[in-house]
């Protein structure tokens, strides 16, 4: 049998092929292969005329479709452990002595719990309530432990030192001791904010107990059984998966061929956040896939990109979130008869009565490739309105946020659309805080086109008597002097024969905690073929005006004749916060439920009814 | 036949090979050909102060973009006292993204939409102002040349700015006209000398970007704005580009790193050691006001022996 070595086998065989001298074909061979093996395998490339495309591929769980994995039994007994803990003197979820090794790494554990330093952020100052901490690993000292930090500390380490590592769910944060068990010493203890160890075992197994039993897993590796490998779990002290939330979180991956499809586990809340797939194979930059990406990309591809169709009950409609006038509804109808063109919220104006001038003009719509500055979260959702045990309509709403809510100076606002099954329909919205003080005013500015007629609509007004023609574009503010009929409407925008809908201001009459909207409202005339609020609009008027300049006057000014045309509603409620304790208003704050960060929040909605008039 | 067909394949092979070779060489000529006054380190050190900054009689003058606590724009602010200045022409540009000072003291600024596009409209994002330095005045330097066109679902025009002594070359990333699927920004190399756009490396989203004489050449670092990837491209001695890139480091790889983008790059020495400082933001196209205090600044020394930044740690901005 003939051995070859390297290239020998393939140049012989060629040689043999074309019976040329040894000599002449050992040169140009290897010539070759030297020009090609320079020509393709330099670590610098040639990337002018690479096009750089991208593929949005990852999808999301929703909040409300979170809680598919409660009754597996590996995360009850997990949830019942960590709620034990949180009863002890010492709120720390230990490692038990089956998940150690050596007996010296359970006495280092019992040793460092014992230290104030190691303990110090296991409860919180305020209150001195029980935070969820749990330790993830015990091991040896190695040489790359040692740092600037503890290097004299740990100067006398021998063999008998471990290092125990520790996760604070409630800051994010891990805890490392180092302890000599011979000396029963702790002899450094470091902290890293915002930094997630190792995860144990226990975890491990949970993650994979997630990913495994969640359908979206199962529905994208259909009938294919293999085991998810672990490998790209995790890396020591590193930030989370979880970038938004702050949350432990995992990924454990499937490898399939060329692929691999990644599962970000939520072990904070022991849910699935979402999965993506990616090409394995090619070497090159890492890849990360994360909460916020998974987030991002399901919406945009969902809702950002392409409109989508609601049919439900005797409802119908289109939606689809824009660049920057939040989720727009269109072509709605009730019973197939068309009520209404377009709804959306161009604009949240937020001031601040304290500071003259201060505020911000909040432009809501898509997460990426957009003029958004509080973006949309997860899709829409759709819940059902009951009232006395009965369903008597759907909600659709829209979550829009700044990342870092609710921490001072950003916002959370929703969309919210109501539709019942006599008729009614209802386009609101709501803030949730926090913003940027106690004495802001939320103003969002509302476009509602509705559909009575396609030239001849008209608006009248109820002023205590009868319903009064408006014959020319102009606004009203919500007062206590504003005049309401028995049933609470104030306008009624109707076509030729009668038939369209009344306008029932917010009173705080909804069942919603509103305490009213002390609303601008506003009459343009649709303009075919000019573009007044129809499409995106970039920005609409000051954030700080305190009276009827909130934008859409720019559309009424100079004011032009009502008769025959087709009318748009503007709608600009008012909401006051509120951040005094037991009044909270348009607010929201963080609690502690479990050992772990909660949100409470106080929404404050605003928006009017619509009534069917001769339907 | 067939003999015929496979040797002409080879010799074909031997003609490609050696091609590519050729070109590669030419792409790589820096690495062993230098130019003689190439010096290793810092590019940005003749940078002037603004002559103006010295007639307001500021204690601790320092040049502050941060959109924090004002109106927006560029503001020169006394770190003594927090006073603050701004001439009135400074607010054509609105909110601003990068910024840097040439060898005259007069200073170059990319406009940023920040909180809405009420100040920075699209249309006016893809250019750059420039700040005299002796009368503080703001005027239009020069629009980008493209075809592209920022708009309300990509706002975004200039985004950072670094200057090159050696060459007299300001380099301004773009993202005008880059699509949620595919990479259109560029990033330029103006001549200050001439004030024309003489060399521009295309299709590529970059914001951050810092110039660096390496042992092996001069290269231009860029963040990258949809991955937390820190690229670089290798720089002729004219400092235009060369089709040589390389990948540097990923944020997400470094100890307490993100998921986030480069959006500033910086070089400096000290203590003999040459130092880049990465400084972070979360990017998806959309406007960026969010008030985050967590962001980071990524340290990194040079090792000449490897030619390589070795990362150190991290702190926050």
């Known amino acids: ?615 | 036949m067939i003999k015929v067909f496979v040797l002409g394949f080879l010799i074909l092979s031997l003609f490609v090979g050696g091609y590519l070779l050729t070109i590669q060489n030419k792409n790589i000529t820096n690495d062993t050909h230098l130019a003689t006054s190439f010096k290793l380190g810092v590019v940005n050190s003749c940078r002037k102060t603004p002559s103006f900054i010295h007639t307001l009689s500021m204690k601790q003058p320092a040049i502050d973009t941060k959109q924090q606590n004002h109106q927006g724009g560029l503001v020169i602010r006394d770190m003594s006292n927090n006073r603050i200045w701004q001439d009135e022409s400074w607010t054509k540009s609105g909110y601003l993204a990068g910024f840097d000072r040439d060898n005259k003291g007069n200073m170059y600024v990319a406009p940023l939409p920040y909180v809405s596009l009420s100040l920075n409209p699209p249309e006016l994002q893809n250019q750059i102002y420039k700040i005299d330095s002796s009368t503080a005045k703001m005027q239009l330097y020069l629009k980008m040349p493209s075809e592209e066109k920022p708009n309300n679902k990509n706002p975004f025009g200039t985004m950072g700015l670094f200057y090159d002594c050696d060459t007299n070359s300001l380099y301004v990333s773009s993202l005008a006209g880059s699509l949620p699927r595919k990479e259109n920004g560029v990033i330029y190399q103006i001549n200050l000398s001439t004030n024309t756009v003489v060399s521009q490396f295309n299709t590529i989203d970059a914001i951050g970007i810092g110039v660096f004489n390496t042992l092996k050449g001069k290269r231009l670092y860029y963040g990258l704005a949809r991955k937390p990837h820190v690229y670089s491209i290798l720089l002729d001695e004219n400092g235009n580009f060369t089709q040589s890139k390389r990948f540097e480091f990923s944020l997400t790889r470094l100890q307490g790193g993100d998921t986030t983008v480069a959006k500033k790059i910086q070089f400096s020495k000290k203590a003999n050691k040459f130092h880049m400082t990465v400084k972070e933001t979360e990017f998806g196209f959309r406007l960026l006001a969010e008030n985050n205090p967590e962001k980071k600044k990524y340290h990194f020394i040079y090792s000449i022996i490897d030619d390589k930044w070795s990362y150190v740690e991290y702190s926050y901005e």
Not at chain 1, 251 to 269: C, G, M, R, S
């Open chain 1, 1 to 615: 049998m003939v051995k070859f070595k390297n290239n020998e086998g393939v140049t012989y065989l060629i040689m043999a092929f074309f019976r040329l001298p040894n000599k002449y074909f050992h040169a140009l061979f290897s010539l070759i292969m030297v020009m090609f093996f320079l020509s393709s395998c330099s670590s610098e490339h040639n990337g002018s005329n690479e096009e750089n495309t991208y593929e949005y591929t990852g999808k999301l769980i929703t909040n409300n479709d979170r809680k598919e994995h409660v009754n597996l039994a590996i995360i009850n007994d997990y949830i019942f452990a960590v709620k034990q803990s949180l009863k002890k003197p010492i709120p720390i979820l230990r490692l038990g002595k089956q998940e150690l090794t050596h007996q010296d790494e359970y006495r280092a554990q019992k040793i460092v719990i014992q230290n104030k330093d190691f303990t110090k952020y296991t409860r919180h100052p305020q209150g001195n309530k029980p935070l969820r901490n749990e330790i993830m690993t015990i091991r040896k000292v190695l040489a790359a432990d040692v740092s600037l930090n503890n290097k004299k500390r740990l100067s006398k380490c021998g063999k008998s030192c471990y290092r125990v590592e520790m996760y604070n769910y409630f800051y994010n944060m891990s805890t490392v001791g180092f302890v000599d068990v011979k000396l029963q010493q702790v002899l450094a203890v470091n902290y890293y904010s915002d930094a997630q160890p190792d995860i144990n075992n226990r975890l491990k197994n949970i993650a994979i107990a997630i990913a495994k039993n969640s359908k979206l897993v199962k529905q994208e590796l259909l009938e294919v059984t293999q085991k998810p490998t672990m490998s790209q779990i995790k890396t020591s002290l590193k930030n989370s998966r979880c970038e938004r939330s702050y949350h432990l979180c995992v990924a454990p991956t499937f490898v399939l061929n060329d692929k691999a499809l990644w599962a970000i586990v939520d072990l904070t809340d022991s849910t699935l956040v979402g999965i993506r797939w990616t090409n394995l194979g090619e070497s090159g930059p890492p890849i990360d896939v994360t909460e916020r990406q998974l987030e991002n990309e399901y919406v945009f591809r969902e809702f950002c990109e392409k409109s989508n169709h609601l049919q439900k009950g005797n409802w119908q409609f289109d939606y689809q979130i824009t660049a920057s006038d939040g989720i727009e509804v269109t072509q709605l109808k009730y019973k197939n008869i068309p009520v209404m063109k377009s709804a959306k919220l161009l604009d949240w104006h937020v001031n601040y009565s304290t500071r003259e001038g201060f505020g911000y003009s909040d432009a809501i719509g898509c997460p990426l490739f957009s003029s958004a500055v509080v973006i949309a979260y997860e899709g829409p959702q759709v819940e059902e309105i009951k009232q006395d045990g009965k369903t008597i309509g759907f909600s659709f709403t829209q979550d829009f946020r700044q990342p870092p809510w609710p921490t001072p100076c950003n916002y959370r606002y929703e969309q919210r659309f109501e539709f019942y099954n006599d008729g009614r329909f209802r386009v609101a919205a709501a803030d949730y805080g926090r913003g940027c003080g106690t004495d802001g005013t939320y103003r969002p500015i509302i476009r509602i086109d509705i559909d009575a007629d396609k030239d001849h609509e008209s608006i009248s007004q109820w002023n205590g008597e009868q319903w009064k023609l408006w014959t020319e574009e102009k606004w009203h503010l919500q007062s206590k002097n504003t005049k309401y009929t028995r049933e609470g409407y104030l306008f009624k925008i109707t076509n030729e024969k009668g038939n369209g809908f009344y306008v029932e201001p917010n009173r705080g009459q909804f069942n919603d905690g509103s305490k009213g909207d002390n609303a601008f409202s506003y009459i343009s005339i649709n303009h075919p073929g000019r573009d007044e609020g129809s499409n995106d609009m970039v920005t609409m008027g000051s954030c700080c005006n305190t009276d009827f300049r909130q934008g859409p006057e720019q559309f009424i000014n100079p004011p032009e004749s009502l008769q025959n045309k087709n009318l748009v509603l503007w709608y600009v409620p008012q909401l006051k916060n509120n951040g005094t304790k037991g009044e909270e208003y348009c607010w929201a704050d963080t609690r502690i439920k479990n050992g772990i960060k909660k949100v409470k929040v106080w929404p404050c909605y605003a928006g009017p009814m619509f009534v069917p008039v001769g339907l």
